[in-house]
């Protein structure tokens, strides 16, 4: 259960009392997340608005994802319990915490990895954290939008700097997908793989995605922002936005999911201490970790690049972390592209 404070404090405003704050969409879903019914005609009164104020605010987080009931005479109540994300708690639980530069925990952002790439030039520290109940701009791989519903996920970006080039961070996003799944481990869920370069997967379906973008000086000293969101609970409403088959945490942990606080803690954990090992030692350190994960070894793929669509056998990662494929004129190297798995193969 959520104590109604957590919410002030995952805010990037100054906390105040709810009177003084208004009936904000966090005061509302604080109240909502207790667990006991909320009157409409009660909050009207306390807050000084009219009850179609009310409704609209509950309409309105019905928009950004949750399920809320309303019963005549009963008032409104969550379908499922939500647990907020608050960065108090997840810094209680960072083992790595004393290695972080900083950790945010924001309302409303359009981007987490947004924030940070705005955060590289005028904060010098390592390994800055950023999470976000809801992301208006949320992106994927290629432009591509991501979409997640409120307290139905976690959206968490981590800045990472490096002092070589960035030709040093081949496989970065491989490496990362190793820590993803072995936090998920660590939490219980044990059904997840790795579809190169950067997705979750768990039952055939997707599970979450990484995003990596890289700057500073092709020759050093670099700097990558870690994008990673992955689902925890998703209704049929939320799902029906998303163009490919998905899964979550719910699903693959019958219907008791860990707690968004500890996931972030445990995500964390494991990408700080895997971040610093590859930047150490590379891909070529991890290779035998990825092959543990890797869903497309010996499975026939179709690969869209450039300059054009091919379709081969996909084997092991080389030491740079590209996909090795064999087609039809031997095998090669992938360093880029859309894979998937051809249908029956």
Same mark, same amino acid.
């Given at each position: 259960m959520l104590d109604r404070q957590a919410l002030n404090r995952t805010t990037t405003a100054p906390a105040t009392t709810a009177r003084a704050a208004g009936l904000t969409l966090p005061v509302l879903l604080a109240e909502l997340a207790a667990g006991a019914p909320v009157s409409g005609s009660e909050f009207a009164a306390r807050f000084g608005v009219t009850r179609a104020?009310?409704?609209k605010r509950v309409e309105r987080l019905r928009e950004l994802g949750l399920a809320v009931s309303a019963q005549p005479g009963g008032g409104y109540r969550l379908d499922t319990p939500v647990d907020l994300l608050d960065a108090a708690r997840i810094e209680t639980a960072v083992a790595a915490r004393t290695r972080l530069g900083n950790?945010?925990?924001?309302?409303?952002?359009?981007?987490?990895?947004?924030?940070?790439?705005?955060?590289?030039?005028?904060?010098?520290?390592?390994r800055l954290a950023c999470l976000a109940e809801i992301q208006t701009r949320g992106r994927g791989r290629r432009g591509r939008a991501w979409r997640m519903p409120l307290a139905g996920g976690?959206?968490?970006?981590?800045?990472? /700097?490096?002092?070589?080039?960035?030709?040093?961070?081949?496989?970065?996003?491989?490496?990362?997908?190793?820590a993803c799944v072995e936090a998920?481990?660590?939490?219980?869920?044990?059904?997840?793989?790795?579809?190169?370069?950067?997705?979750?997967?768990?039952?055939?379906?997707?599970?979450?995605?990484?995003?990596?973008e890289l700057g500073g000086d092709a020759l050093g000293p670099c700097h990558a922002v870690i994008?990673?969101?992955i689902n925890v609970r998703l209704d049929a409403r939320a799902g029906a936005a998303i163009d490919q088959?998905?899964?979550?945490?719910?699903?693959?942990?019958a219907?008791?999911?860990?707690?968004?606080?500890?996931?972030?803690?445990?995500?964390?954990?494991?990408?700080v201490d895997v971040l610093d090992r590859f930047a150490d030692s590379g891909f070529a350190a991890f290779a035998d970790r990825y092959a543990r994960?890797?869903?497309?070894?010996? /499975?026939?793929?179709?690969?869209?690049?450039?300059?054009?669509?091919?379709?081969?056998?996909a084997r092991s990662v080389d030491t740079r972390g590209a996909l090795r494929v064999v087609f039809a004129d031997g095998e090669h190297a992938v360093d880029s592209g859309d894979v998937t798995i051809r249908e029956g193969a």
């Open positions: 104020a009310v409704w950790l945010a925990v924001h309302w409303q952002i359009d981007s987490t990895s947004s924030e940070l790439l705005r955060r590289v030039g005028s904060d010098p520290r390592d976690i959206a968490l970006s981590l800045l990472k /700097r490096f002092d070589g080039g960035m030709a040093s961070l081949a496989g970065l996003s491989l490496v990362v997908g190793i998920l481990t660590e939490l219980g869920i044990g059904e997840v793989g790795l579809k190169w370069p950067n997705d979750l997967i768990a039952r055939g379906a997707k599970l979450g995605g990484i995003l990596v994008g990673i969101g088959p998905w899964i979550d945490l719910a699903t693959l942990a219907d008791a999911p860990p707690q968004r606080n500890r996931i972030a803690a445990h995500l964390l954990d494991r990408l994960y890797d869903l497309l070894q010996g /499975r026939r793929v179709r690969v869209l690049r450039a300059d054009g669509v091919r379709e081969g056998i």
